[in-house]
Nanobody, 126 residues
Framework: QLQASGGGSVQAGDSLRLSCGASGGTFSRYDIAWFREAAGKERVFVAGITWNGISTYYARSVKGRFTVSRDNAKNTAYLQLNSLKPEDTAVYYC?????????????????????WGQGTQVTVSS
């Protein structure tokens, strides 16, 4: 079970920190990815972090503004959103790949992820 939180309504240039908490399972063995889905658009990859926290990955549109991290002791992953823009407005989802510990491959597509949080809305106004 994943639980995403931390969304809200902010002004352009503001910051937010999203959290993705896990209960059950073996969180420390899962790659975590963040996706977002804007109204009327498909769900797209935003950022991700490997199970051991060593590697991070970002979509080009957020690189340099967003930072993904995790604290396996707290079973929580984070997405720090800085310099927010109106085009960042979307529902943000966290997802876990339960096979990542053995696969050694990081995936950017949503169909590779097994567990999903419920989504948290981020709205950025200009």
């Amino acid at each position: 079970q994943l639980q995403a939180s931390g969304g809200g309504s902010v002004q352009a240039g503001d910051s937010l920190r999203l959290s993705c908490g896990a209960s059950g399972g073996t969180f420390s063995r899962y790659d975590i990815a963040w996706f977002r889905e804007a109204a009327g658009k498909e769900r797209v990859f935003v950022a991700g972090i490997t199970w051991n926290g060593i590697s991070t990955y970002y979509a080009r549109s957020v690189k340099g503004r967003f930072t993904v991290s995790r604290d396996n002791a707290k079973n929580t992953a984070y997405l720090q959103l800085n310099s927010l823009k109106p085009e960042d407005t979307a529902v943000y989802y966290c997802a876990a790949d339960r096979d990542s510990y053995y696969a050694s491959v990081f995936y950017y597509t949503s169909d590779q992820y097994d567990y999903w949080g419920q989504g948290t809305q981020v709205t950025v106004s200009s």
